[in-house]
């Protein structure tokens, strides 16, 4: 089984930079794809950014050229930067993990494996 702990959040002004994190604990080999997503209030869960165990990656359009997520194997870590904040990216992030590789497409929430708890994010104006 695997143990995800996202940290990280915070509240931040518009135009600012976070950076979050995903620690991964347990049986580590299990998974093939890690994502990060978000919910905010009264709206569905949607990925924003992905990555397989092999570096392949992909972002969500609204995020796209803001937000770049990596990896640290060694720390089995996952990160999440977040750059130039809106407020319409204020939400509570999470990742989670699959043993299926995404190859770089953003799966639907309910296809993954294991979920940390959240960390949120507020953007002011």
């Known amino acids: 089984q695997v143990q995800l702990a996202e940290s990280g959040g915070g509240s931040v002004q518009a135009g600012g930079s976070l950076r979050l994190s995903c620690v991964v604990s347990g049986y580590t080999a299990s998974w093939n794809c890690a994502v990060w997503f978000r919910q905010a209030p009264g709206k569905e869960r949607e990925g924003v950014a992905v990555?397989?165990?092999?570096?392949?990656?992909g972002t969500a359009d609204s995020v796209k050229g803001r937000f770049t997520i990596s990896q640290d194997n060694a720390k089995n870590t996952l990160y999440l930067q977040m750059n130039s904040l809106k407020p319409e990216d204020t939400a509570m992030y999470y990742c989670?993990?699959?043993?299926?590789?995404?190859?770089?497409?953003?799966?639907?929430?309910?296809?993954?494996?294991?979920w940390g708890k959240g960390t949120l994010v507020t953007i002011s104006s």
């Open positions: 990555i397989d165990r092999d570096g392949i990656t």
């Open positions: 989670a993990k699959r043993r299926v590789y995404c190859s770089g497409v953003l799966p639907r929430y309910y296809g993954m494996d294991e």
